[in-house]
């Protein structure tokens, strides 16, 4: 089955704690983004990857990384966690980065950082 | 990326065709418009784009005016499954964002 996965699914952790968001896709896409979505704001890109070891900001990048060593897969690095990175993440994926491509999304991740 | 405007809020009876208006008033010749929908914090889910003409597929249509400033989503047999928020998307030709704004609550009731 054509699917965006994400792991974990749900996350609480504390202030400073390093930790990754897993983001894997197996429909040989070459472009992937991380979305994060909060009451209000909506939908805000993070990072994206046209492809392989290709990755550029988004929209709201600050406290973020993200590596693109493999075309399947496009982790979400907190090096440092506060508060304010309390959110419901999406990966999504696409076949290329263009208007012509729909977007397909994983099933998200709740993190809240105390 | 040009602004969308949506109604926050919509009702349809479960069976009849839901009708779900979209403005994009400041649209330009190269951004398409997209729509996803998203049920209850689950991932978005791509339904459908078009440029400027008509477009159907298995979910949905899409009615996009002449003068391209706004546009239609239409579920024609709406079920309770389709409760959710649908987002209006306007986006560049090549562009890879995709920018969410508030979106319409449908809420499909028996």
């Known amino acids: 089955e054509a699917q965006v996965t994400q792991n974990p699914r749900y996350l609480i952790t504390v202030t400073g704690k390093k930790l990754t968001v897993t983001c894997s896709q197996n429909?040989?896409?070459?472009?992937m983004s991380w979305y994060r979505q909060d009451p209000g704001l909506g939908l805000r890109q993070i990072y994206y990857s046209m492809n392989v070891e290709v990755t550029d900001k988004g929209d709201v990048p600050e406290g973020y990384k993200v590596s693109r060593k493999e075309k399947r897969n496009f982790p979400l690095i907190l090096e440092s966690p506060s508060p304010n990175q309390t959110s419901l993440y999406f990966c999504?994926?696409?076949?290329?980065?263009?208007?012509?491509?729909?977007?397909?999304f994983g099933p998200g991740t709740r993190l809240t950082v105390l | 990326d040009a602004k969308t405007t949506q109604p926050p809020s919509m009702d349809c009876a479960e069976g009849r065709a839901a009708n779900l208006p979209c403005n994009h008033s400041t649209i330009s010749g190269n951004e398409y418009v997209y729509w996803y929908r998203q049920i209850h914090s689950q991932g978005p889910q791509y339904i459908i784009h078009g440029l400027k003409n008509n477009e159907t597929n298995e979910m949905a249509s899409l009615i996009i005016t002449e003068d391209r400033k706004s546009s239609t989503l239409i579920l024609p047999h709406a079920t309770l499954r389709d409760t959710a928020v649908y987002y209006c998307i306007v986006r560049v030709a090549a562009g890879n964002m995709l920018t969410f704004g508030g979106g319409t609550r449908l809420m499909v009731k028996p």
């Open positions: 429909m040989n896409h070459e472009y």
């Open positions: 999504a994926s696409s076949y290329r980065g263009s208007s012509y491509n729909e977007q397909f």
